[in-house]
């Protein structure tokens, strides 16, 4: 199994600011993922990323806003810019191969609040 | 796009009594299936997984699954709950043996079990 860290676990920001996330897996692992979970929601997919190419992001989230970064294979960062009180929310990172009879790990997540 | 459905918002149990959690999802191809729980304050876990052959799946703390073809149904099931199990609980699907391919989860179901 992965054990996956992000940092922060959580933050506090003002609007029009940016965060990154970081997220360190202690293995390697070929797929990365984004998720944000709203206060009373489930998780959304953000983006996939892929060590070596540029992410893949899902409809109603673009690069601009969320751009994302993975120099390697155990490491990635997301950033939030440009914030706003929408954005306030538990952002999680997961990793695993992403194929038939993979399991998918995720992180503590990080709580940001956005003022 | 697949979509995942979970039936029960919020479940109400006293202590002993049984669980049943329903899940449907809308994907027709080969399917991998997950429950996660979290619990308060903890991040995300994995109770179980099917990804092919029985479909009855035994997870952790007695937790089991049944997986339906025909009715595109995953249901999650525990024959006497405990206080404990006082948690959200997310069912989640990924297209089977697709490269890249993340989880896609449900709205999710919060348990509150009363002692």
């Known amino acids: 199994s992965a054990v996956i860290s992000q940092k922060p676990s959580r933050d506090i920001c003002q609007r029009g600011t940016s965060l990154t996330i970081q997220c360190q897996v202690d293995?390697?692992?070929?797929?990365m993922f984004w998720y944000r979970q709203q206060p009373g929601q489930s998780l959304t997919l953000i983006a996939t990323?892929?060590?070596?190419?540029?992410?893949?992001?899902e409809s109603g989230f673009v690069i601009d806003k969320f751009p994302i970064s993975r120099p390697n294979l155990t490491f990635s960062t997301l950033t939030v810019s440009n914030m706003s009180p929408e954005d306030s929310s538990i952002y999680l990172c997961?990793?695993?191969?992403?194929?038939?009879?993979?399991?998918?790990?995720f992180g503590p997540g990080t709580r940001l609040t956005v003022t | 796009a697949q979509s995942v459905s979970q039936h029960n918002h919020h479940v109400i149990l006293s202590e002993a009594a049984s669980l049943e959690l329903g899940c449907n999802y809308s994907?027709?191809?080969?399917?991998?299936l997950f429950w996660y729980v979290q619990y308060p304050g903890q991040h995300l876990q994995l109770l179980l997984k099917?990804?092919?052959?029985?479909?009855l799946v035994k997870g952790i703390k007695g937790f089991e699954a049944e997986f339906i073809k025909s009715k595109f149904s995953f249901n999650l099931r525990k024959p006497s709950v405990q206080w404990s199990d006082t948690a959200e609980y997310f069912c989640?699907?990924?297209?089977?043996?697709?490269?890249?391919?993340?989880?896609?989860f449900g709205k999710g179901t919060t348990l509150s079990v009363s002692s």
């Open positions: 997961s990793a695993g191969e992403g194929t038939g009879g993979d399991e998918q790990y």
């Open positions: 293995s390697q692992v070929t797929m």
């Open positions: 990323a892929n060590q070596g190419s540029e992410a893949t992001y």
């Open positions: 994907y027709g191809g080969t399917v991998n």
């Open positions: 099917y990804f092919s052959g029985d479909p």
């Open positions: 989640a699907v990924r297209e089977g043996y697709q490269a890249g391919t993340a989880l896609i």
